[in-house]
């Protein structure tokens, strides 16, 4: 995996881009945790749950299926009230992209094994044709004996700047907006 790092900080500029201004903290708080949630599944490593299986490392919650089961929830549980029915299609969007942008990077590493993009019907593992993203060591003490600086600055490269790219955009497109709005 890349680092929650570098999944935060695309989850960021996502956000910014999909933001309203009716949209209360928590919409920012739950983007950067669904941003890393598909992670939870290294539980399953302490549990005995081998890699490659259903529920085993970059398994089920990697998924597209799960990324938009965890989308409806968060829509269903956060932002039930009236005032945000007007937003709800471009929520249940925006975490579904945000979720989903997790397994897309992890399939772009050079580690590991595969992503399961379409599970639970098919449980066959995925990487993109194109993989330059350095593979994040697990736990703290696996990074810094393994050169987490070099796993740092490759995410810098192809995740960092990327994101950052697209959060100026996101504000250019809104400043460009307001001025014509106001115009
Ligand atoms: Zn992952």
């Known amino acids: 995996m890349p680092t929650i790092i570098a999944h935060s900080v695309f ?11 009716s ?30 299986e259903f529920w085993g490392h970059r398994g089920f919650s990697h998924s597209l299926t799960f990324a938009l089961a965890t989308s409806l929830l968060v829509v269903l549980l956060a932002f039930y ?20 942008s997790h397994g897309l990077f992890d ?16 449980d066959a ?5 194109l993989r330059p993203i350095q593979v994040s060591p697990i736990g703290l ?16 490269k192809w995740i960092v700047l990327p994101s ?6 996101s504000i250019g497109v809104r400043y460009w907006l307001m001025v014509r709005r106001r115009a």
């Open 164 to 169: 950052l790219a697209l959060l100026l955009v």
């Open 23 to 52: 949209l209360p903290l928590r919409f920012w708080v739950l983007a950067l945790g669904c941003s890393m949630l598909p992670d939870i599944d290294v539980i399953g490593f302490s549990l005995g749950v081998k890699y490659g």
């Open 107 to 122: 399939s772009m590493t050079n580690g590991g094994l595969g992503i399961a993009f379409f599970s639970p019907f098919d």
């Open 81 to 100: 009230q009236e005032q945000y029915r007007p937003l709800r299609l471009r929520l249940v969007v925006f975490f579904f992209l945000v979720t989903a």
């Open 125 to 129: 593992r995925y990487f993109l044709p």
């Open 11 to 21: 989850a960021v500029s996502l956000a910014h881009v999909f933001k309203h201004t």
């Open 141 to 156: 003490r696996d990074f810094l004996e393994w050169g987490g600086w070099r796993v740092l600055s490759n995410e810098f």
